[in-house]
């Protein structure tokens, strides 16, 4: 039934029409206003679960295409090939939705993390209208990210998550708010450049298909991503055509470079990190929920969709500087969280640690770490969405989240803190939980390789139980200080979201194969093209 | 034999498991009902256990095994299963049992904390996971168990959170266990990949390993086994990660009875006995293992002499004697070692529960201020004693059949282990006599008003006394000199015991000096003083600084890593963020630059595009011309 | 070709002279006229490419038409928001027009 609709598209343009509804509310109307704004982010976390039953992952997302043209452009020029039989050139912007074993993980934990942030989105009492439109906005942006399937609507869409991102962070925030919306938009508006860059040499080189047309042959370049992957996959694809058409080694690398260091500003790798440590301190805490939930995940998703599939020989190569670059994420972010006083910066710097095992992962190249690395990306999406949650309530009520201000909290703050407590376990690493199983398969992919570098990553779970347990014990445990005596439990609008987020925690740690299943597949193409010896 | 119940020995940790869930989701509301609830399950597995274990009491009762596919990820399967073996069989009666008992002594020792079924909850998830962790049949599913009993360690000893204590001992448990996991981890992760066909499960590693077939070379294998060890030092307690244990006092006594004397710490002991193939094929490991038990062993006997607190002696008593299973196993008796578990899961049980019987009624854990207890609690005191017996290794006590097999395989392996277990042996005597003078004998030194109001504890608490006490007179006679019952039991006859009657004379007299020193200096006068200590200060400073060994840790580890910490955080403020904010305001720069061409006239603007016009076509002329 | 090339160069002193005066000019009126001449240079051009161009028609006169009506309203426009201006500023000079600094 899901095939006859156009599902992806429905799931990704839903909260833009949410959007424009919420425009033509009144400005005063606030419960009308919220309420929209939950519907229209809730529903396409429900079809995303219908997609998520329906998908069979030895079959693939095939059923559920979309394809539609969109822009054909004619281009006049001379390639020198009419020797191939080519009489005309277009250029073709399609618009292509596309999904399989990699991108639904995804969809689901931002279907899973915005709806916890409609939720927590209580506490903004700001301009509301303008913010669930942007919240809105911001829906479509994400999961167009992870469902297009052609370069130009996949750049659209990572650039309609930067827009209202920024607007979130610079009006609804904390003190420093604006200098961290300013940062976060100089930095990804760079990586976006970047990756416009590649896009474009990828585009004009190796995005080339013919198929005959009225007068003849025609060539078409579009940046359609299954026309990337063959053509890339082929080394003949091009010398079939025309040796000129070739993407040469340089260009090659160029691209491949551009794209990591897009991505990497992303994820982010050390040392182009320091706009996120802001966004998390000074953000709305539902705002860094959806930054450090599912923003974050955008580079470990580029990383692999195109870092991974489609220069498999050049990642190989890299594979050393990848997985050391993940060590020192891991090792750098964690022994910084041990220093840091502030438990959002704590949060920030866990980020990056956890972030460095999606890059062991990626630079295990083989499908074991490839689905530690997106395990690891899901579950750190709802970890750190908890814990952002509980950030948020925590500041409703104590008026600051520095962990030598607090303390005893678990005394007023009994469910609270245990869930906090459930979530900074989870964090470091414990069995039974999500964090542990996306750890266990980045470390066990990229063991075989590179043992050495995999020993030191798993030096990094000590320096997380540290940071864990310093910050966590710090703020629940010991005496109470007087002014927090009279702290109200939470209601149960923010009880939820912790409830639902605590649960997937525990069922995806204890029962990984719900993910790791349908992930099954997802990689088969790539794991061909790379050497044997590769496959685990 | 058909085996019908060993089918079923998952339902072993399922019952606390499904008591966790229902205590955690009724929350606070049901108090002493969900204590009850907790108990009840705990009796449930216990009766399983107690039906396994009868099931295979006969000859030859094969294993069962039964597995589930956990997780599949690329070419990677990782199982779930559990494996029901004479070992398991051993290892679950006593989980289960101390957990019952403590469970039943908790109903009247946490009975007037509010937390009471958090309290339970905490202890029905620890006994889920231990179960599992026993029941385990391959390395992965036992790593996850063995990271939820520390996680529940954890949770128990900050039980009380509002004492800072309490915070400080749970961190320092937990991270300090975790080291020790991480080389678990890696050694997981090493048999992973060199593995025939990526097994994990036990009886693979019997068929690698026990054969010598050579597939993972020998000095591959003494990685594993030292890193596999590694987890079993930091769980066991053994030097040098001894430190938390002690610490580890601040959870109330029954958890430190069942988690941190009979169970959880002797985990390390069952995981060297559960993949001693390993250990055996690679003679580095045994020695490193018999050595740090051995010296672990004498070690905490010598700090246990000088502490003040009831329950850290005991603690350091558990890190001694758990040094001896793992001397026992370095010399290459599993049989000694496990047997030595055994024994000891009740009798230091049983200290432990007494202790809380004491601390129960007199509110102090400082022997100096007891005293005189004896007459006030007879049931605790007489149990106390037997386990104090138990302890020193006084025939025909628990203790002093499991001693004796450990010293004589120590025997059997190098002289030298021998005389610092029989050392050890001594220490033993003399800091167990001394605990017990102080805290049941003579006059009472503390606050006469606590002695007065002190009483003997109700009967949910002496219960569980009594019922160990009789464990620990009797448990000793499975493996005797001249009953090896245990021991073929366990390793189907491969293993056969030593016996010397030097072992025995020495040990019993290494016991009995021990003893009536202890009468001597702490007995005999109710003073308590003791010669050797008054003569040398700097020793008894010494031990009483247990070795100055957290303040060496605190200086080597935790200061620079906080120090690493700020300056790292200082670099990144600095060098990281400043190369960021380097180029931003230097972008900022040129563009205050630029602004000095924008007037704001129109007619300038239109100048400039006149002149860029020129300039443009001149340079296309240019092109064409030259 | 050489019809071609006096009209051009008619049209290039044309649109230099109001180029001129659009640049030096203080007064706006001047400037507005100047504009105006700017774009008649341009419809020379555009005609007499429309007679002597390499692919001759009559596009390019049909296009002056247009430019023609695009300039009327573009000079009423401009004349309007002088007009609106100078009621504020009282002064036609563009000197002191400086907004597009603030």
Request: with cysteine; hydrophobic share 55%; aromatic share 12%.
């Amino acid at each position: 039934m899901l095939e006859d609709l156009p599902i992806l598209s429905i799931i990704a343009f839903l909260p833009l029409l949410g959007a424009l509804v919420t425009l033509f509310l009144p400005q005063g109307g606030s419960r009308i206003i919220r309420f929209t704004a939950l519907v229209f982010t809730f529903a396409p976390l429900l079809l995303a679960i219908a997609l998520y039953i329906s998908y069979e992952p030895a079959v693939g997302g095939g059923a559920f295409a979309e394809k539609l043209t969109w822009l054909s452009i004619p281009l006049n020029m001379d390639a020198g090939l009419s020797n191939n039989g080519v009489t005309s050139y277009r250029l073709l912007f399609d618009y292509r939705m596309g999904i399989d074993g990699i991108s639904l993980p995804l969809v689901l934990l931002t279907g899973v993390v915005s709806s916890m942030a409609a939720l927590a989105s209580v506490h903004i009492r700001k301009r509301r209208k303008l913010y669930y439109f942007l919240f809105l906005l911001l829906q479509t942006g994400m999961y167009g990210v992870f469902l297009a399937r052609d370069l130009t609507l996949f750049f659209i869409f990572f650039e309609l998550t930067l827009i209202p991102m920024f607007f979130l962070i610079g009006i609804w925030g904390y003190f420093g708010r604006e200098q961290a919306a300013n940062r976060f938009l100089v930095y990804n508006g760079l990586g976006s450049a970047f990756m416009l860059l590649a896009f474009l040499i990828l585009i004009a080189t190796a995005g080339f298909s013919t198929a005959p047309s009225a007068t003849g042959m025609q060539l078409t370049f579009s940046g359609s991503y299954e026309v990337l992957f063959a053509n890339l996959s082929d080394p003949n694809a091009a010398a079939n055509l025309n040796s000129a058409m070739h993407l040469s080694d340089p260009l090659k690398w160029s691209a491949f470079v551009l794209l990591i260091v897009a991505f990497g500003i992303k994820l982010p790798i050390f040392p182009l990190h320091t706009w996120m440590l802001k966004v998390h301190a000074e953000a709305a805490p539902p705002v860094v929920m959806i930054h450090s939930g599912i923003l974050l995940k955008m580079g470990a998703y580029g990383l692999i969709r195109f870092g991974a599939f489609l220069f498999p020989d050049q990642l190989d190569s890299w594979a050393p500087v990848l997985a050391t670059l993940g060590v020192v994420n891991i090792l750098y972010g964690a022994i910084l969280a041990c220093a840091q006083k502030e438990f959002k910066l704590v949060l920030a710097y866990s980020s990056i640690s956890h972030m460095g095992i999606v890059l062991l992962g990626v630079a295990s190249l083989n499908e074991t770490g490839l689905e530690g690395a997106v395990f690891q990306s899901v579950s750190h999406g709802l970890i750190s969405a908890l814990l952002f949650l509980i950030v948020g309530s925590l500041y409703e009520r104590t008026e600051t989240t520095r962990i030598d201000e607090l303390g005893g909290l678990a005394r007023v703050l009994p469910f609270t803190s245990g869930i906090l407590l459930t979530a900074g376990l989870a964090s470091l690493g414990l069995p039974g939980l999500s964090g542990f199983v996306g750890e266990l398969l980045s470390f066990m992919g990229l063991f075989d390789a590179y043992p050495w570098l995999t020993a030191a990553g798993v030096l990094g779970l000590l320096f997380a139980a540290v940071y864990v347990l310093r910050s966590v014990l710090s703020m629940t445990y010991g005496g109470l200080p007087d002014r927090f005596a009279a702290v109200r439990e939470v209601r149960f609008v923010e009880a939820l979201p912790m409830i639902v987020l605590t649960a997937l925690i525990v069922l995806i740690g204890v029962y990984p194969s719900i993910m790791t299943d349908i992930m099954s597949h997802g990689f088969d193409g790539m794991i061909k093209l790379l050497q044997p010896g590769h496959g685990g | 034999m058909d085996i019908v119940f060993s089918q079923y020995a998952w339902f072993a940790p399922l019952f606390p498991l499904a008591a966790f869930a229902v205590l955690t989701a009724m929350g606070r509301g049901l108090r002493t009902t969900g204590a009850w609830v907790a108990t009840i399950a705990s009796l449930l597995s216990f009766v399983l256990s107690l039906l396994i274990a009868i099931e295979r009491l006969g000859d030859s009762a094969e294993d069962y095994t039964g597995r589930i596919e956990w997780l599949r990820a690329g070419s990677i399967v990782l199982h779930a299963g559990y494996e029901v073996t004479n070992l398991t069989a051993l290892m679950l009666i006593i989980v289960t049992l101390v957990a019952l008992l403590v469970n039943i002594y908790s109903l009247g020792y946490m009975k007037d904390d509010e937390r009471i079924s958090v309290f339970f909850g905490y202890v029905a998830l620890f006994t889920a996971s231990m179960l599992g962790l026993v029941l385990a049949d391959n390395l992965l599913t036992l790593y996850i168990c063995w990271e939820l009993v520390g996680v529940c360690s954890f949770l128990l000893i900050g039980f009380w959170f509002r004492k800072p204590e309490a915070r400080a001992a749970a961190k320092k448990a937990f991270i300090v266990t975790r080291i020790g996991d991480l080389g678990l981890l890696i050694a997981i992760l090493l048999l992973y990949w060199n593995m025939p066909n990526h097994e994990l499960d036990f009886t693979s590693f019997y068929n690698v390993f026990h054969s010598q077939s050579g597939l993972i070379s020998t000095s591959l294998t003494t990685l594993i086994a030292l890193l596999i060890f590694l987890g079993a030092v930091g769980k066991s307690g053994q030097f040098p990660l001894h430190v938390w244990l002690p610490d580890a006092m601040e959870g109330p006594t029954p958890i430190s009875a069942l988690i941190h004397a009979a169970t959880m710490v002797a985990a390390g002991v069952y995981l060297v006995v559960r993949t001693f193939d390993i250990f055996a094929a690679s003679d580095a490991a045994l020695t490193t293992v018999a050595v740090v038990g051995a010296f672990t062993a004498i070690f905490a006997a010598s700090v246990g002499l000088a502490q003040n607190d009831i329950k850290r002696i005991l603690a350091y008593s558990t890190v001694s004697q758990l040094g001896y299973m793992m001397l026992a196993l370095g010399a290459g008796s599993t049989t000694a070692g496990m047997f030595h578990l055994f024994t000891h899961a009740f009798f230091k049980a049983l200290l432990f529960l007494a202790a809380g019987s004491v601390i129960h009624a007199v509110h102090t854990q400082d022997i100096r201020e007891m005293g005189g207890l004896g007459r006030r609690m007879k049931i605790t005191a007489w149990t106390f004693g037997i386990g104090a017996l138990a302890l020193s290794g006084i025939p025909p006590f628990a203790g002093f059949w499991s001693k004796d097999a450990v010293l004589a395989a120590a025997l059997d392996d190098s002289p030298w282990l021998f005389a610092v277990g029989l050392a050890a042996a001594f220490f033993t005597a003399l800091y167990m006599a001394r605990l017990f003078f102080l805290v049941f004998m003579g006059k009472a030194r503390g606050d006469a008003r606590a002695y007065a109001h002190a009483k003997e504890s109700p009967l949910v608490m002496t219960l569980p006394l009594l019922v160990l006490a009789v464990f620990s007179v009797a448990a000793g006679f499975v493996e005797t000199p001249w009953n090896e019952w245990l021991g073929s039991w366990l390793t189907d006859g491969e293993e056969k015991g030593s016996f010397s009657s030097m072992v025995v004379i020495s040990s019993i007299g290494a016991s009995l000096l021990g003893l009536y020193l202890g009468w001597l200096f702490y007995g005999r006068t109710s003073a308590g003083r003791n010669p050797v200590a008054e003569r040398l200060p700097w020793l008894t400073r010494l031990l009483e600084r247990k070795y100055y060994v957290d303040e060496l840790y605190e200086l080597a580890f935790v200061r620079p890593l906080a120090k690493l910490g700020r300056g790292l955080s200082r670099f990144d403020e600095a060098v990281v963020d400043g190369a960021v904010r380097l180029v931003g305001s230097s972008v900022q720069a040129a563009g205050k630059l630029n602004t000095r061409l924008q007037s704001g006239q129109v007619q300038a603007y239109a100048l400039y595009g006149v002149l860029g016009a020129v300039i443009l076509i001149l340079a296309i002329a240019g092109r064409r011309f030259w | 070709m050489t019809m071609l090339s006096s009209y051009l160069t008619l049209a290039a002193v044309l649109f230099c002279i109001g180029l001129y005066g659009v640049i030096t000019k203080r007064n706006a009126v001047i400037v507005l006229l100047s504009i105006e001449l700017m774009l008649n240079a341009v419809n020379l051009n555009l005609i007499a490419f429309s007679k002597y161009g390499i692919n001759a028609s009559l596009r390019g006169q049909v296009f002056s038409l247009f430019t023609m009506t695009v300039a009327a309203a573009e000079a009423a426009v401009g004349i309007a928001v002088l007009i609106s201006l100078y009621r504020r500023r009282v002064t036609v000079n563009v000197d002191e027009f400086d907004e597009l600094r603030r």
